[in-house]
């Protein structure tokens, strides 16, 4: 077992499976679905920020995320990332999907899924196909 960052150049040759942490962050996830081709699980590592970002946030942002959806604001957050802080989009599908429809897609292809509460299993359910998990 090795621990790796998303970021970091990974030789997968080496590996039988690969194991996500952090759901909310599917960008950096899919881009290692598809490079690597392997079987793969998600432990969720969630937090819902939803009731700060509507009720706390000030300024513009504060009022932007008071209209817009969950899935809208975190794929926002990412693109913030990107242009404040450099953090590079390592795959180039999320800003054509979208959020909701990468998380999704990475909850349907995985292997098997950890939820971490029992109000995430509840909350991802309905991406979730029971019959394409062991």
Known sequence: MDVRLCNEEIKYEGYDLIHFFNIIRP??????????????VISTIYVDYTDYEKRSRKGIAGLAFK??????????????????????????????????AAVKQIIRKSHCFFPTLKM???????????????
């Not at 802080?85 to 390592?90: D, F, M, Q, S, T």
């Not at 995430?120 to 062991?134: E, L, M, N, R, Y």
């Open 67 to 100: 209209l817009l959806s969950q899935d809208f604001i975190e794929y926002c957050k990412v693109i913030a990332r990107a242009l404040v802080n450099k953090e590079r989009i390592i795959s180039p599908s999320y800003l054509l999907m979208g959020h909701k």
């Open 27 to 40: 960008s950096d996830i899919l881009f290692h679905i598809k490079k690597s081709n392997l079987p793969f």
């Open 120 to 134: 995430i299993s509840a909350t991802v359910k309905p991406f979730s196909d029971p019959s394409t998990h062991q």
